[in-house]
């Protein structure tokens, strides 16, 4: 069974850093694209930053101040959150990217139960 | 960016009622469009991929189709569990965009 467990979310202070980590299983970690989504408070997803094939991508929003990484030995995601704002204050989710094995992989498959992260003094 | 424009924002609806969802992209996406599904306070759902895909496990009233900017999800026979919010996603072009959800409502 395939298994994402958020970890890392805290109250932190505007201009403050965090890390979320990621733990994976019930999968081959190594094999799959990961990504970052989040859901500011009664509010729409928002796609944040994935890793795919190596790659690091961001939105708009967290360019320059996020930073994605994984380490496939320890079957865990990270999220390095820097020069943290107001309007980072959402549930972060860890999502895993599929592959329908015909060479389409961009659809998330599976997800994380989410973590509270809020930016306020 | 790509922008994806979500219709109606929300709907009432019966059990037993076929709904049909709206997804338009800004610009031609191919068939690069998820549909995902979310209760309160739970995680979204995978429905659909890849426009048409049904997920694994997904009931066969959920439907989807389009190609190109204009995109549909269905749902054949409105069960009581079916009552959510809905997503479309698209994963053409970065940075990825969400539409802004569709909430499905006891009428």
């Known amino acids: 069974e395939v298994q994402l467990l958020e970890s890392g979310g805290d109250l932190i202070q505007p201009g403050g850093s965090l890390r979320l980590s990621c733990a994976g299983s019930?999968?081959?970690?190594?094999?799959?694209?990961m990504g970052w989504v989040r859901q500011a408070p009664g509010k729409g997803l928002e796609w944040v930053s994935s890793?795919?094939?190596?790659?690091?991508l961001y939105g708009d929003s967290v360019k320059g101040r996020f930073t994605i990484s994984r380490d496939n030995s320890k079957n865990t995601l990270y999220l390095q959150m820097n020069s943290m704002r107001g309007e980072d204050t959402a549930i972060y989710y860890c999502?895993?990217?599929?592959?329908?094995?015909?060479?389409?992989?961009?659809?998330?498959?599976?997800w994380g139960q989410g973590i509270l992260v809020t930016v306020s003094s | 960016d790509i922008q994806v424009t979500q219709s109606p924002s929300s709907l009432s609806a019966s059990a037993g009622d076929r709904v049909t969802i709206s997804c338009r992209a800004s610009q031609t996406i191919n068939s690069h469009l998820n549909w995902y599904q979310q209760k309160p306070g739970k995680a979204p759902k995978l429905l659909i991929y890849a426009a048409t895909n049904l997920q694994s496990g997904v009931p066969s009233r959920f439907s989807g189709s389009g190609s190109g900017t204009d995109f549909i999800l269905s749902i054949s026979s409105l069960q009581p569990e079916d009552f959510a919010t809905y997503y479309c996603h698209q994963t053409y072009g970065t940075p990825w965009t969400f539409g802004q959800g569709t909430k499905v409502e006891v009428k």
């Open positions: 890793i795919v094939s190596g790659t690091p």
């Open positions: 999502a895993k990217y599929g592959d329908n094995g015909r060479g389409y992989k961009w659809y998330l498959d599976y």
């Open positions: 019930g999968f081959t970690f190594s094999a799959y694209n």
